[in-house]
């Protein structure tokens, strides 16, 4: 806390203990981070006096240079607050939905004899609009059946009734050719312009059977007055509507107004489906993905992504699908978790959808490794650093653990430049106790390559260790152990300016930034931390629930809990003294501990 200005600290101490938003800024004034609190001192508070791991949290916490903050009256408002302040401000440590303004509209112009189009820009003036469309393939399929069941306008003249009165105007081809009613010389009313409107609204907030009743109904009225005519050319829209449904997704009868939201996340993204459902039909669906913010969960999509999603679709839906269940904030909609049925279909659409954006991403991925990785980067990499030979098989190791818990260790292999994923390998660190990281490379390092030369296998041609010299030193230890120094080049890649350190050489090696040979050995880094990171959640995850401590009869719940919490880990608890276990939990139980300790060593 020493690092920051005494404004800041000061700030600090007399934020008030309750509900509310803050707002931190840099030295630029600018809003950098948005976040809500059912405490604000101790929300605040804990960003200054926390040891925080992530470099994302890090950096937030260094640029600090003012805190605002607003009380409100309960954690809903807050909520609603931090929404619209993060859509104001848009600050670089927050979640941030992508592509949120960049799909196109359709429009109902607020003038006299309205014309309906698409546009990409939103404008108060009155007009009505209808989206967005994501799929623009979609929207212009719509316009065209717009255009061929009603006679609207497309010109841009101005049809007030004084305009059309002084006869300023025209009968053009479109009238001709039967695709408007020339209200701009008086052979339309507004009255009848108006209620084709209203037909065409329906149909673009996906109203079809509101809309086809209203039809059948005016069909009727002209049969009963013997216009003929105008009756069979309402049924010939009907017959229009119902096939242009038909090419819809038809969900169910059943299911008439909902909303569906489905994800899933790795370590650095929220990936999520949106339908919109309306009269059984989906007349929206948005697939996309959002960067995991400070302190943000998966959860938080609920209460960030979805409210904008509902305002950027203007969803009014009293239901929201999602596929674990959970209680809604928001008083306009509630969550439901279908089991079965086809509300239960729908859900596994939406995720269908999403694991394959997640798929496509994926393949994007792969396509940009090819372009920078294969033998052009190989080679670069050799020349660069100076290899014996072409680094065909690399390997990378990276260190994951949270306050020194849980450490485990990840190799991930490249083979031609491309990852080789049936060779990756987790280690669950097995000599080191506490927050040890050079300690943890050493032994993953000698298990590695001890297990290859046992199995007879091929040793890798490099060798790259996430970290800096201490890491690299480390590794190194192992590597003259096992004496193969003169078989394999090791390097580590530090992360600050991506520099890549040799054994017992204190000049790093800096490639060029666009370099084929850096972006492969980046994408292995980032590679390494992801698959290591996954599996300390999962491991972590399990201990969370499972401990050598709960097998011991006559030790409940709240006391291995209560010795856990306090020393961390059982290796620690072990330690103890007789005097320091009994002060902790009693002398009975003290007992039963040491009993069980000494017949199990």
């Known amino acids: ?123 108060k003036d009155g007009s009505r609009y209808y989206g967005p469309y994501p799929n623009g393939r979609v929207m212009h399929t719509l316009l065209q059946l717009i255009r061929e069941l009603f006679t609207l306008r497309t010109c841009q003249l101005d049809l007030s009734d004084e305009k059309i009165s002084q006869g300023k105007h025209k009968v053009c081809l479109e009238y001709h050719i039967g695709k408007c009613a020339a209200p701009c010389v008086g052979k339309q009313s507004k009255v009848e312009y108006a209620g084709m409107l209203d037909s065409i609204e329906l149909l673009l907030q996906g109203k079809t059977y509101a809309l086809t009743q209203s039809l059948k109904k005016q069909m009727l009225l ?127 659409l939406s995720l269908n959808n999403v694991k394959h954006y997640r798929l496509q991403l994926r393949k994007r991925e792969m396509n940009r490794v090819s372009e920078h990785g294969g033998m052009d980067a190989l080679i670069e990499l050799q020349q660069s650093l100076n290899l014996t030979d072409l680094p065909q098989h690399i390997e990378c190791f990276d260190n994951s653990n949270l306050q020194g818990t849980n450490a485990v260790s990840s190799c991930v292999v490249f083979k031609n430049g491309v990852p080789s994923k049936a060779d990756y390998r987790h280690f669950n660190v ?64 530090a992360k600050r300016m991506e520099e890549l350190f040799r054994p017992n050489h204190s000049q790093s090696i800096l490639l060029d930034r666009r370099s084929k040979g850096l972006k492969l050995v980046q994408h292995m880094r980032d590679e390494a931390h992801r698959f290591g990171i996954t599996h300390h959640r999962n491991k972590r995850s399990k201990n969370s629930f499972e401990t050598e401590l709960a097998s011991v009869k006559g030790i409940g719940e709240k006391t291995w809990t209560l010795l856990l919490k306090e020393f961390k880990s059982v290796e620690k608890i072990k330690a103890l003294t007789s005097e320091e276990l009994i002060k902790k939990i009693g002398q009975a139980k003290a007992l039963i501990l040491f009993d069980y300790f000494q017949s199990n060593r």
Not at 454 to 478: F, N, R, T, V, Y
Request: charged share 25%; hydrophobic share 35%.
């Open 1 to 123: 806390m020493e690092s920051h200005s005494s404004l800041v600290l000061e700030k600090i101490k007399v934020l008030p203990n309750e509900a509310g938003v803050y707002q931190f800024y840099n030295q630029k004034g600018e809003v950098i981070y948005v976040g809500k609190a059912k405490n604000l001192f101790k929300r605040v508070h804990s960003y200054f006096k926390a040891n925080h791991t992530e470099g994302k949290t890090r950096a937030l916490v260094k640029n600090i240079a003012d805190i605002k903050f607003t009380v409100v009256s309960s954690e809903l408002d807050a909520l609603l607050l931090e929404n619209n302040l993060i859509k104001s401000y848009r600050p670089r440590y927050n979640i941030l939905l992508k592509d949120d303004k960049t799909y196109p509209w359709i429009v109902v112009k607020n003038e006299d004899f309205p014309r309906v189009f698409s546009t990409r820009r939103k404008v």
């Open 222 to 348: 002209y049969a009963e007055k013997y216009a003929f005519e105008s009756a069979q050319n309402i049924k010939e829209i009907i017959e229009q509507i119902e096939k242009y449904q038909s090419k819809s997704t038809i969900v169910s009868p059943t299911v008439q107004e909902v909303d569906v939201l489905t994800f899933e996340a790795d370590e650095t993204n929220i990936y999520f489906n949106y339908l919109v459902v309306r009269e059984g039909a989906i007349v929206h669906t948005y697939t996309s993905h959002v960067g995991i913010g400070l302190t943000e969960d998966q959860s938080h999509i609920f209460t960030y992504v979805l409210p904008q999603l509902r305002m950027n679709f203007e969803s009014s839906s009293k239901e929201v699908l999602i596929s674990e269940k959970m209680t809604s904030v928001f008083p306009d909609f509630i969550f439901s978790s279908p089991l079965r049925g086809d509300k239960k279909k729908l859900l596994e």
């Open 430 to 493: 097995k000599t080191v106790v506490g927050p040890d990281d050079f300690s943890t490379m050493k032994e993953v390092v000698f298990r590695r390559y001890h297990r290859l030369i046992s199995e007879e296998q091929s040793l890798p041609q490099l060798i790259i260790i996430d970290g800096g010299k201490g890491q690299l030193s480390a590794a190194m230890e192992s590597i003259h152990e096992l004496g193969i120094s003169d078989q394999v080049s090791v390097f580590g890649l």
